[in-house]
């Protein structure tokens, strides 16, 4: 389970709505001028708050599972939940503009980006949740899969010990991102290179979650 738990938060991860959004507002935070004290209290609020919200989403979800007694339920539905969102993905390569996207909704964005113009840690705090609560339809597949594995195998205190560690996973490209954005230069050059390469992503991501998702069905159901 602890390897099952770092692969698929890592995979997890590696959501290019959430990335795509914390390179747009390092880069405006650089453009205001802001110091390194002030970019890193607002990063810190930004994480954070997208991890202490999946978190307890999980925590939510897992005391359902244990007292309603339906992990395996939990994991089918993840299942395929991991398998649409794949097949999704990979459409969204091939027809970026047709329906039934896995992009986060217009207003959405522009109700982010509103908060994230205040540029102020109770403001990133705000945009992390809005972040994490628009995007949890796509990252939300592999997570609902995870927790109902976790029923099956673990105690509610392992789970949720294992839950910590599948959030640090969860997070840890946006403290890598971070650290690599140390000045204004490295982070337009990764916003650049993520807008350039965000359907590829999305593409790699979409392979990898079908497979993922299949092999949920073939071992764990």
Not at 160 to 187: D, G, R
Request: glycine letters at 8%.
């Amino acid at each position: 389970m602890l390897g099952l738990v770092i692969v698929n938060g890592l995979i997890d991860s590696f959501n290019p709505c959430a990335i795509g959004i914390f390179l747009i507002f390092l880069s405006m935070l650089f453009m205001l001028k802001k110091d390194k004290k002030h970019i890193f209290k607002i990063s810190l609020a930004y994480i954070l708050s997208i991890y202490i919200l999946y978190l307890l989403i999980g925590l939510g979800l897992i005391k359902v599972i244990f007292f309603l007694g339906i992990p395996h339920l939990i994991t089918f539905i993840g299942a395929v939940i991991i398998v649409l969102v794949g097949v999704l993905s990979i459409k969204d390569y091939f027809f970026p503009n047709s329906m039934f996207s896995t992009k986060i909704p217009y207003s959405a964005r522009q109700l982010i980006l509103k908060w994230a113009y205040k540029a102020s840690w109770p403001a990133a705090a705000v945009m992390g949740v809005l972040v994490g609560i628009s995007g949890f339809p796509c990252a939300g597949g592999i997570y609902v899969a995870t927790l109902g594995l976790l029923s099956q195998k673990s105690t509610f205190i392992q789970g949720f010990f294992y839950l910590l560690l599948y959030n640090l996973m969860f997070v840890m490209p946006l403290i890598v991102i971070y650290a690599a954005t140390a000045n204004q230069k490295v982070a337009m050059k990764m916003l650049d290179w993520q807008e350039r390469e965000k359907n590829h992503m999305k593409l790699i991501m979409g392979l990898i979650m079908t497979i993922l998702g299949v092999i949920i069905f073939k071992w764990y159901i």
